[in-house]
C-alpha cells in the first residue's frame, strides 16, 4: 500500500523515503480510500456549524478508523521506519482552540461512525489562533502555519460571492474527509477559504492590517478584538462564514430537487456556540429573496436551526453593536430589526429582547427566540442556564431546552494515544468496547484483583515514562517520572484558576523550604494558551514560569518539586500528557466551567480527578462515587449567592495567617529576580483587590485536599483500584452517547 503510493509520488522505495516523504505516501493512501467510502443519506441532514474543529493531527486516527493501522505499522517497520517518525513530520491543523473545538472535532468522528448524514461546516484559518513561544517567562505569539501544497484539504471547485455593503469577497470550499471508526461511512469537514487570502499582510508575531478585509479574512481564528476594526473583524469573518454556508445549504437542497419551503424538513443546522448565529437572519434574507414572504421564511429557519450554548460567563455570549453591524451587513440589518419586532410582538419584555436598550443585537437571543432547540453541555449548566442566566427565556420556551452533556472520541483517546491500556481493557472484557463504550462498565469487575491494579500501574508508570522522554526531546526538561503527575491543562482563563494551583505550588515551596518534606517528589505539569490581549492571563503564565525558574534554582527545592509549562500545548500535547496523568486538576470555580471534555480523556486514561463540584465534574462524581476522586471548595448556589449580594471580599480572605504569606510572595525577591515587577505586580493587584473568580475563597480548603491526595497516592493498591473505577465509569463520556442524544432528541436524522 505504502510501497506504491511511495514509488508513484517519489519514484524510490518506501525505505529510501524520508519520514516527510512517507508520511505523504500515508497522507495520500489515507484520503484515497476515506473519499471511497459512502456518505450516508437521509430524509434531513445536518450541518454543525461552528468557528472551531480543533481536529488534531489527522494521520493516526485515519489510519485507525480506516482499519489500515496494522498493515501500514508493518510495512514501516520492514522499511525501518514508524507512525510515529511520520506523526512528527504531520503539521496540526490550526482550526480550534480549546474545548469548544475539540468537542465539535469528536462530534464529527461520532457522526461518521455512527453512519448519520451529517457534516461540520467553518473556516479554514490559515494560521489558527497563534504558535505559542515563551522569551523571558512571557507568552509571545507567532502564526501557526500548518497548510502544505500537499495536505488533508481537497478544493471542491465550488465558490461563493459574500457581500459586505458595497465590497464583495469569494469564498472557496475545500473538504476534508473524516472516516468513522470501522471504515464504514465517512463524514466531510466543509471549510471555507478567502480567495486571494494574503499571508504577506502579517508584520510582527501576528501582527496584520485588520481592516483589509479583501485579503485577511481567513488568516487567523479569533484575531484580536481588543479596538474596534478587531471587533468589525470578527463581524466581518463570522458573517463570511454563514453567508458562505447558508448559500451551500441551500444549493444542495435544490440539487436533491427540494424547494425551498422544504428546507426545514430536509435540513437541520446546529449552531455551535454564538459565532455562527448571523446563520439565521441570512437565511431569512435568503428565502426572502427567492420569493417566500418574510413570517414563512422566520417560521422555516426557525424551525431547522438548534443552539448549543456552550457558557455561563456573560461575557461569552455574543453582542454586537448595532452601528458594526450597519457598517459590516448593511444587508442584513432589516431582516435582523423585523426578527425583533416579531420577538417583541409575542414577549415584549426588555430583557428577551434581541436588540437591546443598549442598541446591540443579542445573538444567543436570537438563537433562543428564532430556532428550535436551546441545549446545555452538562447537567449542572443546563440547571444553571435554566435557573439562572437564561431563566427568562426557559419560562417562555420550556419545551426548547434540554441537556446533551458533552463526550469524548474515547477511541482516539485510549486507541490512539494509550494502546497499552487499551489492549489491558481488551484483554480482559473483550474488543466489543471499541464501538459500545459502556461496556467498559464491566472492567469494574477486576477492581480487586491484585495483578491488574498492579498491571495498570505498570502501564500508567511506563506512560509516565514515555513523556518523561518526550519532554526531554521536545522542551529540555528533565523530569522524574516515579514522581506524581500532577496536570493542569486546559486554556488560560481566570475562572479555571491556574493562579489558585500556582498559589499552591508556592506554599509547597515555601513547606519544602521550611523542612516539611512531601512524600516523593511532584511534578506539576501545565499547558495552556492565553488569548493575546487578555492581559491577566498572560500575567498568570509569566508568573508561573517565574515560579519554575525559582523552584529550578533552588537546590533545597528542586529534588522534591518541578515545574513544566510546556509551550504550544495543542491536542499533539494532549496525546502525551493525558495518558501520563497522575492528577487531573479541574479547579474552575463551581457554576463557570459549562461542562469540561479534558476531565473525561483524563479520567479515562485513569487520572483521578482533584475538582469543584463544576460543569461535568458532577456527573464524574455521581458516576464514580465521592471516594473515587477529590472534591473541595464552595459548592455552584454558594457561588452564585456570593455574586448576587456582592458579598465576596478578597481582603479578608487574603488577610489570613495561611494566605497573606503566598500571595505576597508574588512580590518577593525570588519572583522579581526572575520576572517583570509590573507584571507580578498587576496579578498581585488583581488577587488581593478583585479576584472575581474567587481562588482565595477555595484555596484553603483545595490545598488541604490536594495535601491529602498526596498521601492517598503512597498507598498504590487503593489509588489504582480508584483508577480502575474511572476507567470503567468513563463510557458514558462517548461522543457517540452524546450524538446519539442529539440525534434521537433534536435533529431526528
Not at 478584538?225 to 454556508?245: E, I, K, N, P, T
Request: charged content about 25%.
Amino acid at each position: 500500500m505504502l510501497s506504491e503510493w511511495a514509488e508513484k509520488k517519489f519514484h524510490k522505495s518506501l525505505a529510501d523515503c524520508s519520514a516527510a516523504e512517507a508520511y505523504d505516501a500515508a497522507l495520500s493512501l489515507c484520503k484515497e480510500r476515506a473519499a471511497a467510502l459512502p456518505r450516508p443519506q437521509g430524509e434531513r441532514r445536518l450541518y454543525y456549524i461552528s468557528a472551531e474543529f480543533l481536529v488534531g493531527k489527522l494521520l493516526s486516527s485515519s489510519l485507525m478508523n480506516l482499519g489500515l493501522w496494522d498493515a501500514v505499522e508493518a510495512e514501516l517497520a520492514a522499511a525501518g521506519k514508524s507512525i510515529a517518525q511520520l506523526e512528527d513530520a504531520e503539521p496540526e491543523p490550526s482550526l480550534g482552540n480549546g474545548g469548544l473545538g475539540r468537542l465539535a472535532a469528536c462530534f464529527m468522528d461520532s457522526i461518521a461512525t455512527l453512519g448519520l448524514p451529517g457534516e461540520g461546516v467553518g473556516l479554514c484559518y490559515h494560521y489558527g489562533l497563534f504558535r505559542q513561544l515563551f522569551s523571558h517567562n512571557c507568552q509571545t505569539e507567532q502564526p501557526d502555519g500548518w497548510i502544505e501544497e500537499e495536505s488533508w484539504l481537497r478544493d471542491t471547485g465550488r465558490r461563493y460571492r459574500v457581500r459586505f455593503g458595497a465590497r464583495q469577497v469569494t469564498g472557496r470550499l475545500y473538504e476534508i474527509d473524516l472516516p468513522g471508526y470501522g471504515g464504514k461511512s465517512r463524514s466531510r469537514l466543509r471549510l471555507f477559504d478567502l480567495e486571494g487570502v494574503d499571508p504577506s499582510l502579517i508584520r510582527d508575531g501576528i501582527t496584520f492590517d485588520k481592516t483589509d478585509i479583501e485579503h485577511n479574512l481567513t488568516l487567523f481564528l479569533y484575531p484580536d478584538d481588543s479596538d474596534r476594526a478587531g471587533r468589525l473583524l470578527r463581524v466581518y469573518q463570522q458573517y463570511f462564514m454563514v453567508s458562505c454556508a447558508a448559500q451551500m445549504i441551500l444549493e444542495e437542497l435544490a440539487q436533491r430537487g427540494e424547494a425551498l419551503s422544504q428546507l426545514d424538513k430536509r435540513v437541520v443546522i446546529q449552531i455551535n456556540d454564538t459565532h455562527p448565529s448571523m446563520i439565521i437572519p441570512e437565511l431569512v434574507r435568503l428565502l426572502t429573496e427567492g420569493g417566500m414572504p418574510f413570517e414563512e421564511a422566520a417560521g422555516v429557519v426557525s424551525r431547522c436551526c438548534a443552539y448549543t450554548n456552550h457558557t455561563i460567563l456573560a461575557e461569552a455570549l455574543e453582542r454586537w453593536p448595532v452601528a458594526d453591524l450597519e457598517e459590516v451587513v448593511p444587508q442584513l440589518m432589516p431582516v435582523i430589526r423585523r426578527l425583533d419586532r416579531l420577538a417583541k410582538l409575542r414577549y415584549p419584555q426588555p430583557e428577551l429582547a434581541i436588540i437591546d436598550g443598549q442598541n446591540q443585537v443579542q445573538m444567543a437571543r436570537m438563537d433562543i427566540h428564532f430556532g428550535f432547540s436551546v441545549n446545555g453541555v452538562a447537567a449542572l449548566h443546563t440547571e444553571i442556564l435554566e435557573q439562572s442566566e437564561l431563566a427568562p427565556f426557559y419560562r417562555i420556551y420550556p419545551e426548547k431546552f434540554s441537556n446533551k452533556t458533552n463526550g469524548i472520541t474515547f477511541r482516539r483517546w485510549l486507541l490512539g494515544c494509550n494502546p497499552a491500556l487499551a489492549g489491558f481493557i481488551s484483554r480482559r472484557i473483550g474488543e466489543g468496547w471499541k464501538q459500545d463504550a459502556d461496556a467498559l462498565g464491566r472492567l469494574a469487575d477486576w477492581k480487586e484483583d491484585p495483578a491488574s491494579l498492579e498491571e495498570l500501574l505498570g502501564i500508567k508508570a511506563s506512560s509516565k515514562r514515555a513523556l518523561a522522554e518526550y519532554l526531554s526531546q521536545n522542551g529540555g526538561f528533565s523530569v522524574d517520572p516515579d514522581s506524581v503527575f500532577d496536570i493542569q491543562i486546559k486554556r488560560l482563563h481566570e475562572y479555571k484558576r491556574q493562579q489558585m494551583n500556582l498559589l499552591y505550588i508556592i506554599w509547597k515551596y515555601r513547606q519544602i523550604k521550611a523542612g516539611q518534606l512531601p512524600p516523593r517528589p511532584i511534578t506539576f505539569l501545565f499547558g495552556a494558551k492565553a488569548a493575546p490581549a487578555y492581559r491577566l492571563a498572560k500575567d498568570i503564565i509569566h508568573a508561573i514560569l517565574c515560579m519554575a525558574q525559582v523552584v529550578a534554582q533552588d537546590p533545597q527545592v528542586s529534588r522534591w518539586m518541578k515545574i513544566v509549562f510546556v509551550e504550544n500545548y495543542n491536542v499533539t500535547w494532549a496525546e502525551k500528557l493525558v495518558p501520563a496523568a497522575d492528577i487531573s486538576e479541574q479547579i474552575s470555580l463551581a457554576s463557570k466551567e459549562a461542562s469540561g471534555t479534558g476531565n473525561m480523556k483524563l479520567m479515562l486514561n485513569g487520572a483521578l480527578t482533584l475538582g469543584t463540584l463544576d460543569g461535568a465534574n458532577v456527573e464524574i462524581s455521581q458516576l464514580v462515587g465521592e471516594e473515587n476522586l477529590y472534591l473541595f471548595g464552595r459548592r455552584s448556589e454558594e457561588v452564585m449567592a456570593l455574586y448576587a449580594k456582592g458579598a465576596y471580599d478578597p481582603r479578608s480572605y487574603y488577610k489570613t495567617p495561611l494566605i497573606e504569606p503566598l500571595v505576597d510572595f508574588l512580590l518577593a525577591k525570588p519572583m522579581l529576580e526572575q520576572g517583570d515587577a509590573e507584571q507580578l505586580g498587576r496579578l498581585y493587584q488583581d488577587l488581593t483587590h478583585k479576584d472575581w473568580f474567587m481562588a482565595l475563597l477555595d484555596l484553603e480548603d483545595y490545598i488541604r485536599v490536594k495535601e491529602q491526595m498526596f498521601a492517598d497516592y503512597e498507598d498504590r493498591q487503593s489509588w489504582a483500584k480508584k483508577m480502575m473505577i474511572n476507567i470503567a465509569q468513563a463510557g458514558y463520556f462517548s461522543s457517540d452517547r452524546t450524538i446519539e442524544e442529539y440525534n434521537r432528541e433534536i435533529w431526528k436524522l
